[in-house]
């Protein structure tokens, strides 16, 4: 039988917000993944992930297996790339010994996930294994349910932008029509707080970090001027700018 690796998407870290379909994976899997970041020494950092939490809802702790990715490793090109080989390798032995593998990822694992690149790697070092995917909720549309910010409406544009590309980039997009979506720009809060008010997009802006967890945070954007550095998987939502009608972009 062909190996089976599935990215499972837990989520923003609500545990109540993972799907049927989802728990149905993590529990069918003979072994879950969860990722972890490294320590200064490369090894595993102790504390344990938003997925991890997650998925213990569900599973019990014998199943799952931590496994170190270089998730916070953005300078050194080498060290990243010889601590993915290690997570691939790691993964990929578990694949030849259980068979069913599932990787939990936050929010969805077709969006900004680590499992893009470990799907690659797997497709490399073990082939034929079968590669699927469990959708998952995404951060923006926690935030839009718990804001009551609303994502689009007719035919308004839905633009995703993640601000480790530069706050010019999200710039550009506040510039355009539709609504915003930024992600991960929590160190780069000024700049983003910034950009939305040279646009005229700030007063409808929020923004949220560790959504459906007991340390949630949902503020208004313009409470983002002067802030200090945010978590960095906050998530921002700047509605498209609209006239108040009702049907009229039907």
Known sequence: MSSRLIGVGVGPGDPELVTVKGVNALRAADAVVVPVMAAPDGQDGGEPGRAEATVLHYVPEEKV???VFALNERTDRARREAAWDAAGERVAGLLRRHGTVAFATIGDPNVYSTFTYLAQTISESVPGTVVETVPGITA????????GAVLTEGTEPLTLVPVTAGSAVLKDALSGPGTVVAYKFGRLAGEVAAALRETGRIDDAVWGSSLGLPEESISKAAELDGAAVLPYLSTLIAPARRDGGRGGKL
């Open 65 to 67: 297996v931590r496994v």
């Open 140 to 147: 923006m549309q926690d935030l839009a349910a718990r804001s």
